[in-house]
Every structure is written in C-alpha cells, then in structure tokens.
C-alpha cells in the first residue's frame, strides 16, 4: 500500500511540475514556423543582396542542374541578368515555393529552407537588384 502510495504521489507531483514549466511558453517560442510568424526567429532578412545571399542560395541549390554546362529545362542561372529574368517573370518564387502550376524545384531535392525561400522573396520584392 506504501508503495503504491509512493507511486502515485511521485506522479502526480511529476505532472503539476511539468504543467507549471509549460504554462508560460509562447507558442512562437516553441512552434518557429507557426503561420502567424512563418521566419524562424534566427532568419536574418534584413541586408539581402543579389551578391553576398541569393547568388550563394543559388549556387548551392540550383547550379547543379542550371548551369551553362547543364541547362536542364533550357534554365541557365549562373548570372544575375539569368536569376533576374527568371525573378522578374515569376518563375523563381514559384518554382521554389512549390506553388501551383510550377514545377518543384530543386528537382528530387528538399524544399529550400524557409529562411533561404524569404530571402529570395525579400530580394525580388526589391526589385531584384544587382547589389
């Protein structure tokens, strides 16, 4: 019987200690990509340019596949006038959002990270400078 008294007292004491240690969390200190805040908290969108951020995105991610020596699907992205055209029609944020109507890119790859997607998106809705 002590026991079993032991036992029950030893979880309930365990539950009211976990229920006080989550009672003051914020869901979007816990949930980094919950609707309301879709950046992650460590994404730095601030200072996006073609040079030091989307062309290094798009070297990692695209070039594999969309360079002058592999242009799969006539697509060549190893210049800014290139990145910038395909910026300018639609096509870039909507092949790398998955958008309806575009094709998934990269091609049998993961998504790109949501931090490096609102990069872009920060950098097109800019007017897609040469910076």
């Known amino acids: 019987m002590k026991k079993h ?26 949930t980094p990509n919950n609707p309301n805040n879709p950046q992650p ?46 910026a300018d029609n639609g096509k870039l944020i909507g092949v790398i959002t998955h958008a309806n109507g575009f094709p998934a890119m990269p091609k049998n790859g993961t998504k790109l990270s949501d931090c490096n997607i609102a990069k872009i998106q920060k950098w097109v809705s800019a007017g897609a400078p040469n910076n």
């Open 5 to 30: 008294l032991r036992l029950s007292l030893l979880a309930f004491t365990l539950s009211v200690t976990l229920f006080a240690a989550c009672k003051d969390d914020k869901e979007e200190e816990i």
């Open 41 to 86: 908290a460590q994404c730095d969108t601030n200072n996006v340019t073609y040079s030091s951020t989307v062309s290094g995105i798009i070297s990692t991610n695209c070039l594999a596949c969309h360079s002058a020596s592999q242009a799969e699907g006539g697509m060549i992205l190893d210049t800014y006038a290139r990145v910038k055209a395909v």
